[in-house]
């Protein structure tokens, strides 16, 4: 397996522009996880999912961010419109029930200006 | 909700020498501690874990501690050597609602010195 994918790898846009990140977690895995990652706040978590099902979003920051998990095998992080301070380290994750350890993808960095 | 509090937030230490970093959390429903290392650039990777039923564990250089009275846990790293020089991250785990909730440390940047 090729690992938990994610795109684009990096991610410079406008204050104001619609943003979308992309997940393939690896074959198998039934939880999904997105983290932004920053100096000032380390890796927090936003999102995740347990078979394409959001279980808790309590991290996400604010309406503009959005994630969705239309199959097991692709999600997606949505910021619209996206600003200035939502440029961090994105990364998506998986796991599976039982096993616990996270599976982490590549990461997209994601600048705004 | 879980809190995990991670220090020290960075370590610098001797080609050599021994690096503790500590960790404590709040749930005592928390039952699997990760701890996963990032290099520079680079996304973060399981190096070691410890279960609630297990006091110390130990692979090669590094060994967990876990002591479950205080909340506490503690990674130790023996003889560095330069390319443990990352950041490292601990967790804590629990079953919330039969889902299975990670909560992460702030991390802990260890540099190596040669």
């Known amino acids: 397996d090729a690992g938990v994918i994610q795109s684009p790898r990096h991610e410079v846009t406008e204050m104001g522009q619609e943003v979308t990140l992309r997940c393939k977690p690896i074959?198998?895995?039934?939880?999904l996880f997105w983290y932004r990652q920053t100096m000032m706040r380390g890796l927090e978590l936003l999102i995740y999912f347990n078979n394409n099902v959001p279980i808790d979003d309590s991290g996400m920051p604010e309406d503009r961010f959005s994630a969705k998990m239309p199959n097991a095998s692709f999600s997606t992080l949505k910021i619209q419109p996206s600003e200035p301070r939502d440029s961090a380290v994105y990364f998506c994750?998986?796991?599976?029930?039982?096993?616990?350890?996270?599976?982490f993808g590549p990461g997209t960095r994601l600048t705004v200006t | 909700g879980e809190n995990v509090e991670q220090h020290p937030s960075t370590l610098s230490v001797q080609e050599g020498d021994s690096a503790v970093i500590k960790c404590t959390y709040s749930?005592?429903?928390?039952?699997?501690f990760p701890w996963y290392k990032q290099e520079l650039g680079k996304r973060p990777q399981l190096i070691i874990d410890?279960?609630?039923?297990?006091g110390e564990k130990k692979d090669q250089r590094i060994a967990v501690t876990l002591n479950k009275t205080a909340k506490h846990f503690s990674l130790h790293i023996t003889e560095t050597q330069p390319e443990d020089s990352a950041v490292y991250f601990c967790?804590?785990?629990?079953?919330?609602?039969?889902?299975?909730?990670?909560?992460f440390g702030t991390g802990t940047k260890l540099q190596v010195i040669p």
């Open positions: 967790a804590a785990s629990m079953n919330s609602g039969g889902y299975q909730k990670v909560t």
């Open positions: 410890i279960r609630s039923n297990v």
């Open positions: 074959s198998g895995h039934d939880y």
């Open positions: 749930d005592s429903a928390s039952n699997y």
């Open positions: 994750a998986s796991s599976t029930t039982g096993s616990s350890e996270q599976y």
